[in-house]
């Protein structure tokens, strides 16, 4: 099977255009295997990737540029018990996930 | 829901900015698209349960509006294409993963199968979901 996703890119376009993610501390929320991730992470100064399913995150950590592993991040978490201080991040993304 | 937006709100610095991207429920088109042209075939069904999600997200955002926890700054909606080489393995793909929410009836399948048997040899079976994209600052 040959699926393509965001075949027009939008995806991409808009969430640039909200959010300015340039040496920024990212926490994404519902990050899967980390397709949106690879979308804005290069840009962020730390990009920490949450989700509840450990085979999704197993694919993202394999993903990942070996360049970029000192500021990607993946960890299983629940968004309604976020482990982490208070003010920790300057943009939170919501992905699919609400 | 309420409970998570809480969360994201205190691991947020002041004015922090929450992104919200999601696909919405409203009868998604199919389509039959190659690169000379794209014709709509039909639309899928959505399922109450679906929609009721969709509902409950919108409750949980506007509930943190009220709270003052999160300012609405922008809001759009955007296309999001799912496309497959064939309307076999778009049907696959929608009653495998996708079964709970969405379905794609007789009529809309017929009319994607006969116009790609019927379109040129670079024709794909494609979904067209409308996505949300909202931006949120953090609350005072």
């Keep these: 099977m040959t699926l393509q996703k965001d075949i027009e890119g939008n995806e991409k376009k808009y969430l640039h255009e909200f959010a ?9 929320i519902g990050c899967g295997e980390g397709r949106l991730t690879w979308q804005y992470a290069n840009a962020s100064s730390l990009t920490i990737g949450l989700d509840s399913d450990h085979d999704a995150l197993r694919v993202a950590s394999i993903d990942s540029p070996h360049d970029r592993k000192h500021k990607i991040h993946f960890a299983c978490a629940e968004a309604e018990y976020l482990p982490f201080s208070k003010e920790t991040f300057d943009i939170a993304v919501l992905a699919w996930s609400l | 829901m309420v409970h998570a937006l809480s969360e994201i709100r205190r691991v947020l610095i002041p004015s922090g900015i929450l992104i919200d991207l999601r696909p919405m429920l409203d009868r998604w088109e199919v389509e039959v698209a190659s690169a000379r042209e794209t014709n709509v075939t039909g639309r899928v069904n959505d399922f109450e349960i679906g929609v009721a999600d969709d509902t409950a997200a919108n409750r949980s955002m506007a509930e943190a509006e009220s709270n003052g926890w999160f300012i609405r700054e922008r809001e759009e909606f955007f296309s999001y294409v799912y496309s497959w080489d064939t309307p076999h393995e778009m049907e696959e793909w929608i009653n495998e993963e996708w079964n709970d929410f969405i379905e794609l009836d007789e009529e809309a399948t017929h ?3 006969s116009a790609w048997a019927l379109s040129d040899g670079d024709a794909r079976a494609q979904l067209r979901m409308k996505m949300l ?3 949120w600052r953090k609350g005072e």
């Design chain 1, 20 to 28: 300015d993610f340039k040496g920024k501390r990212v926490l994404e």
């Design chain 2, 111 to 113: 009319a994607t199968r």
């Design chain 2, 133 to 135: 994209i909202a931006r």
